[in-house]
């Protein structure tokens, strides 16, 4: 999955040689925390938090003068593994930059949604945890799964050694766990 799949595309922006005033304005009629500026080929020259916007000394300052740079952006072909790190470590939404100019924006809640579609949540089936000794041994869990024709709908690590299969077409749970437990040893 990559960070273009799950962006806000085109978010709002201010020009760099707006004034302050009037990014404080569009923060406070879209309700947003951060305002991005960009230069008149929309090429990413900063950002403003709401803080900076009303610590301004002269609201009639340019935005770009004013805009702090950011510290790390996505491409939209970054993969959302990438976007999972960042936004988890300390950042509430990333700008995404291609060939300088800004193309969307990835948010917390966009990168949880997309790790509730990867890890199939909301949908239909039975979640199996299966212990393992060995990584290797989730091969021969699947190898049984497919011999019982069901459809593999995610796989999450664990802790401690443990996955977690989600399937869907499962008539006998009984019987597919006997079935792990005899080929896992």
Known sequence: MRVSEW???DPPTIRAEAPVEEAGKL??????????????????????????????????????????????TLSPDDP???????????HLLLPV??????VGVITRGGVLKA????????????RIRVKLSQ??????????LE???LTLVAVIRGGQGEVVIHVQG?????????ELEEALG
């Open 27 to 72: 923060a406070e009629q879209l309700g947003l925390a951060i305002v991005y500026v960009v230069d008149g080929e929309g090429r990413l020259v900063g950002f403003l938090t709401r803080k900076a916007i009303s610590a301004a000394p002269n609201p009639a300052l340019p935005t770009g003068k004013l805009a702090a740079a950011p510290t790390v």
């Open 7 to 9: 962006m806000l595309a």
């Open 80 to 90: 959302m593994e990438r976007a999972v790190v960042l936004l988890g470590e300390r």
């Open 115 to 126: 790790l509730a579609e990867m890890a199939g949540f909301g949908e239909e089936g039975t």
């Open 97 to 102: 930059v291609e060939e300088g100019r800004l």
């Open 147 to 149: 011999q019982h024709g």
């Open 135 to 144: 990584p290797g041994e989730v091969y021969r869990a699947l190898e049984v």
């Open 170 to 178: 499962l008539q006998d749970k009984e019987k597919l766990l006997h």
